[in-house]
């Protein structure tokens, strides 16, 4: 059976920033093989915040959809953001940033181990 289809629109709203509403999208097609017998538990849960804030891009994940069947998970998705939210040039630039620090620290790292004779 067919739980969700990939782009389409989850029953679930959240309010990003202070005034945008949106509804994620499936990131993959959603399809569970189940007996008969356990179709009766099927059971989903949508892993995703009320509230996101700051800017999104579109496409940008926003939680997870879990599928569960007898209580355990059976399979799960991601759910993604359907369109871009505020500025998106204030996210990309905080991301290079953050790249660029990460790259710092990892070429500190790499220096004290060969400063440290290993």
Do not use: C, H, W
Request: glycine content about 12%.
């Amino acid at each position: 059976m067919t739980v969700a289809k990939k782009g389409e629109t989850l029953p679930v709203r959240v309010q990003v920033a202070s005034s945008s509403i949106i509804q994620p999208v499936a990131a993959a097609d959603v399809k569970v093989v189940l007996p008969k017998r356990d179709v009766s538990t099927l059971k989903i849960e949508y892993d995703i915040p009320s509230e996101f804030s700051g800017p999104l891009l579109a496409g940008s994940p926003m939680g997870i959809v879990n599928v569960r069947a007898g209580g355990r998970i059976v399979t799960r998705v991601g759910a993604l953001s359907p369109v871009s939210v505020g500025d998106a040039s204030q996210l990309i630039k905080g991301t290079r940033v953050v790249q660029e620090q990460g790259a710092g620290v990892q070429g500190a790292a790499a220096a004290d181990v060969q400063n440290s004779g290993e």
